[in-house]
Structure formats: structure tokens, C-alpha cells
């Protein structure tokens, strides 16, 4: 899982409640994304950052926020206008350029009920 | 629209034969081509890519891919499979112009005993 953590591994949350997702990189890369996993379905672009204090929404941005206040942290949040929550939400982060791999954290399963 | 295609959901295979997992691409321009294998609950770890050069590529674990413009496939392969390598593999695309990875759906490789 490389130099990224996420924390934390499990998180149960009720309806209706925002909740951030932690994940932090001591790869000294620019590049940070956050992606949706659900079953069959692959892995979905929610945000991805280039650069600190910037930032831009992917495939999936509705019902999420995120941050880049500094180069290493990237934090998700899901909020109540998010409509299906429930998944495993994976951290990544890469050299700025197109031809570098990314390096993924080890993931949060997020629970709503 | 950028895609990537997995035809097979699952793939079983006996412990010591060879393996593929099929992965075809539609992207336009010269994409970079990547292949990450996921274990239960955990990130996904990088395997290989393709950028330019040699159509076969080495990577981890002993498995290879090889690269075929005219049918814009990148198929992964392992010559003698392991129970180890039971695992879900996605297959990425990067298209050369952009950031944003595009991943295909997965395919679950189960190695029997």
C-alpha cells in the first residue's frame, strides 16, 4: 500500500450525518484522487488535486466535498446529500505526468445505515 | 468516450498452468497502459505498465503483459500460476493528454489446488 494511510479502515455512520474520510501520503507527490469502489462496478473518480489549494471533481463529485490545505492530506467528506454511501472509498496519489502509475492507501469501508 | 473492457468477469485457472486476464481499451491517441491487482479489503497494488516501447512488458510477481495497437488490447499473463495469485485485477488506462485514469470493471482470478 505504499506510503499512504487511510484512516479508519471501518467507519459506520447513521443517515443524514457528514462524515471525512483521512488520507495522508509521505510519497511527496502532487497528484491525489479519491475513488468509489462498489461491487462490479470498478473503481469511480469522485475529486482528484494536481496541486495544494486546488482540486476537481471526477465522475462522481454529487454528495461529496474534499480539501487540499496541505501537500500531503486529502480528505473526503460524504455528506447527508449523498444519496448511496455505502462503499469501500480508496485514496491514491502519483507523480505529476501521464505516464506514472498511481499508489494506492489501503481503504475505508463506509457503513450508513 | 474513454473505456476500458474486461470481458471476463472470472477467471479460474489450475495451480501451475498458464494464466490471461483480457483487457481491451477505447481511447483515443497513444494511451499508457497499467494493470493493478487488489487482495480482499485492501488497495490496489501496481503491477506493470506499458508506455512505449517493447509490446511485452515485465512486471511484479512474475507476470507480463503484452501490448497490441491494431487491437488495442493489453492482456495480462503469468506463465505458471500460484494459489497466491488468486486476487480481483483491474486493468487502466491513462489517456496521454490527460490526468485521469480510467479503469476497467475487474476480473476475479480464482488458482484452484
Known amino acids: 500500500d505504499g506510503g499512504i494511510t487511510q484512516s479508519p479502515k471501518y467507519l459506520f455512520r447513521k443517515e443524514g450525518q457528514n462524515v471525512t474520510l483521512s488520507c495522508e501520503q509521505n510519497l511527496n507527490h502532487d497528484a491525489m484522487y479519491w475513488y468509489r469502489q462498489d461491487p462490479g462496478q470498478g473503481l469511480r473518480l469522485i475529486y482528484y488535486?494536481?496541486?495544494?489549494?486546488?482540486?476537481q471533481k471526477g465522475d462522481i463529485a454529487e454528495g461529496y466535498s474534499v480539501s487540499r490545505e496541505k501537500k500531503e492530506s486529502f480528505p473526503l467528506t460524504v455528506t447527508s446529500a449523498q444519496k448511496n454511501p455505502t462503499a469501500f472509498y480508496l485514496c491514491?496519489?502519483?507523480?505529476?505526468?501521464?505516464?506514472?502509475?498511481?499508489?494506492f492507501g489501503p481503504g475505508t469501508r463506509l457503513t450508513v445505515t | 468516450a474513454q473505456s476500458v473492457a474486461q470481458p471476463e468477469d472470472q477467471v479460474n485457472v489450475a495451480e501451475g498452468n498458464p494464466l490471461t486476464v483480457k483487457c481491451t481499451y477505447s481511447v483515443s491517441g497513444n494511451p499508457y497502459l497499467f494493470w493493478y491487482v487488489q487482495y480482499p479489503n485492501r488497495g490496489l497494488q501496481f503491477l506493470l505498465k506499458?508506455?512505449?516501447?517493447?509490446?511485452l512488458v515485465k512486471g511484479s510477481y512474475g507476470f507480463e503483459a503484452e501490448f497490441n495497437k491494431s487491437q488495442t488490447s493489453f492482456h495480462l499473463k503469468k506463465p505458471s500460476a500460484l494459489v497466491s495469485d488468486s486476487a480481483l485485477y483491474f486493468c487502466?488506462?491513462?489517456?496521454?493528454?490527460?490526468?485521469?485514469?480510467?479503469f476497467g470493471p475487474g476480473t476475479r482470478l480464482s488458482v484452484l489446488p
Open positions: 506499458y508506455i512505449t516501447g517493447d509490446n
Open positions: 491514491a496519489s502519483s507523480v505529476q505526468g501521464t505516464g506514472f502509475e498511481q499508489y
Open positions: 488535486s494536481q496541486i495544494v489549494n486546488d482540486f
Open positions: 487502466a488506462v491513462r489517456p496521454n493528454y490527460g490526468q485521469n485514469f480510467v
